[in-house]
């Protein structure tokens, strides 16, 4: 518990750390990070390059997590730059490096894939401005070129103008709330740029010396209320209007139809059991009669009940994250666009859940009257946790077969795997023993000893059938939204309404859990008895049309080429849709099952 305390404590204030002030001629360090590609994928730690000039140490600058750094592709080593606070500096030499012609070679291959340069000052990554047509103010865009192709002839950018964004108080100590990059390509003793035509440097396939330089111009800036939102492009409110409109429409039609069927229940069990049990299978009055012939199968232990409760445990678990997520960004304690903010209260917020995990767990595992709590508990912890890991693993073996800063570091793993075995795994023991020290869950009905014949289904029964039509109702409220942020990051952009998003994703949540229950109640209808499973799947169903689409999308508008950046991107959005499809598989299942409890405790038994 000691350890757990201080890993907490850790988590709490590594994150609130006060923003470092700096004195006039105080001395600010650059940090080369990465390239990457927004075609290719792969990304490279900027210090490993051979044609740069070398940093100043050695040592990675980490986080404490590590893997949130590792996740990203992020190599964080200090650079030559020599930064001092509120000093301009022009045309200042940093370095001239030789290179091969082997070297020549490779700036050309990765100025052709359109690589670009990621720095950091102060945690804030470089970025060039831009301004569109939408906004009248500029926005940020992460990274800058590598190069450039003109012509026939490709050119490096070898020399940046650094305009770093400060705020200043009464003392006269700043604040650093900006770090813009403005790239250049100028031949030797160019420079100075003398001459609107000046030469660029220009690649050439033979050895040759390139010269580095830069200059530095500071810019105080006032009215900032976050540092982080010019990075964030301005949402389409009327798009989202349109969104929320058709989302709700949904979510109340599918509220309707359940209200309809709960007062219908309600009313037939109201006036009795209506004489005999067998006049009930020919009532041609109401067809929908079925589920109550049932009601001592209903509740029989589903398959492989043992591994349906570590999913819906750690569906519950993602559930928490979703909203702890949602609170943390109304209270402004993280920020999207802020490298690795995300990972780390993911993180948190996934060891904080594993506690109610646990207990929700083991409370539906003694529902099932299951013998080991603990073997329920450990594999709670253990099933959804190792394949992720295990997804991150090949998806970490792929990159490092390419030299990719992408590939988990081993200081990453250990992390990683410390917080799992030392952290989340006794969190949910802890939750799992005081559910298994809570009462058990009683049903409204008993089982008997042999399960009764299910009648033949007919095709629109099948499992199948009922998954892809339960998973088109919520896909169509996130659509949009799902389209918007895929066609964000395929540009290397940030598009982000909290209240927007919080709407779309709690409609989809209701709906999905809605539909679901609304296919059960169908299913219990045609005294199908089997709904434990089948509930978890039609509620993850519209992970899959989401995946669908995230398929089409590689394929039709991506700009993402080659093989390894295909297979990057599809084990990425097979990682994420299967965890939305555990939220919504969970979500349908715990509804399904309060639903099944409420219409049961109606019905009537001799």
Not at 43 to 57: A, G, K, R
Not at 537 to 556: H, I, N, P, Q, R
Request: charged residues 15%.
């Amino acid at each position: 518990m000691l350890l757990m305390n201080r890993i907490l404590w850790l988590f709490l204030i590594g994150w609130h750390l006060v923003e470092a002030a700096y004195k006039k001629g105080d001395l600010l360090p650059i940090y080369y990070n990465k390239i990457f590609s927004l075609s290719n994928q792969l990304t490279y730690s900027y210090h490993s390059l051979p044609f740069i000039c070398p940093p100043q140490q050695s040592h990675r600058h980490k986080s404490w997590l590590i893997f949130d750094q590792d996740l990203r592709g992020d190599r964080l080593i200090e650079s030559g730059y020599k930064i001092k606070a509120l000093v301009d500096e022009e045309c200042r030499i940093l370095c001239k490096q030789s290179w091969s012609i082997e070297t020549a070679l490779k700036v050309e291959e990765l100025i052709q894939q359109e690589y670009l340069v990621e720095w950091e000052l102060e945690d804030i990554p470089g970025v060039t401005v831009s301004y569109t047509n939408e906004r009248p103010d500029h926005t940020y865009r992460v990274g800058f070129p590598l190069g450039f192709m003109k012509a026939d002839s490709i050119y490096i950018n070898n020399h940046v103008t650094f305009q770093i964004l400060y705020t200043q108080d009464t003392s006269g100590e700043i604040e650093v709330v900006g770090f813009e990059v403005y790239p250049d390509s100028v031949a030797e003793d160019e420079c100075m740029k003398q001459n609107v035509d000046y030469k660029y440097q220009e690649v050439i396939e033979r050895r040759s010396t390139i010269t580095y330089t830069y200059s530095v111009k500071w810019k105080e800036v006032k009215g900032i209320t976050n540092k982080w939102d010019p990075f964030l492009l301005a949402p389409d409110h009327d798009r989202h209007f349109y969104a929320r409109l058709n989302g709700t429409i949904m979510a109340l039609l599918t509220s309707l139809v359940i209200t309809i069927v709960m007062l219908k229940t309600m009313q037939k069990d109201s006036s009795g059991l209506q004489e005999d049990k067998d006049i009930k299978t020919f009532d041609d009055v109401d067809e929908y009669i079925g589920w109550r012939l049932i009601n001592r199968d209903v509740f029989r232990r589903p398959i492989y009940g043992g591994l349906l409760t570590p999913l819906m445990g750690t569906g519950i678990q993602l559930i928490i994250v979703y909203v702890g997520l949602i609170v943390c960004l109304y209270m402004g304690w993280y920020h999207p666009a802020q490298p690795g903010s995300l990972t780390r209260w993911f993180t948190l917020l996934f060891m904080l859940g594993s506690v109610p995990a646990g207990y929700w767990s083991a409370r539906v595992y003694k529902v099932f009257r299951g013998k080991s709590w603990i073997l329920n508990s450990v594999l709670t912890s253990l099933v959804v946790p190792s394949i992720v890991l295990l997804v991150i693993f090949g998806l970490s073996t792929i990159t490092w077969s390419h030299n990719s800063s992408l590939a988990i570091s081993f200081p990453g793993w250990v992390s990683m795997i410390a917080l799992w075995l030392f952290m989340l795994v006794p969190l949910t023991f802890i939750g799992a023993y005081f559910g298994e020290k809570t009462d058990r869950m009683e049903v409204p009905s008993r089982t008997t000893q042999i399960p009764r014949v299910i009648p033949p289904q007919k095709w629109y029964q099948n499992i199948m059938v009922r998954a892809l039509l339960s998973g088109v109702i919520p896909f169509s409220i996130a659509f949009l939204d799902w389209h918007e942020l895929l066609n964000s990051v395929s540009r290397g952009e940030y598009t982000l309404s909290i209240e927007h998003t919080t709407i779309i994703a709690a409609l989809m949540l209701i709906t999905a859990s809605e539909v679901t229950v609304i296919l059960v109640f169908l299913q219990l209808c045609a005294e199908d008895f089997h709904w434990w499973w089948k509930s978890f799947v039609l509620g993850g169903s519209s992970a899959c049309y989401l995946f669908l689409y995230g398929l089409y999308f590689l394929m039709k508008r991506s700009n993402v080429q080659g093989l390894t950046g295909s297979c990057i991107y599809i084990i990425n959005l097979l990682l994420g849709c299967g965890l939305i499809g555990l939220c919504t598989g969970t979500l349908g299942f715990l509804f399904s099952y309060m639903m099944i409890r409420y219409i049961y405790s109606f019905v009537k038994v001799d």
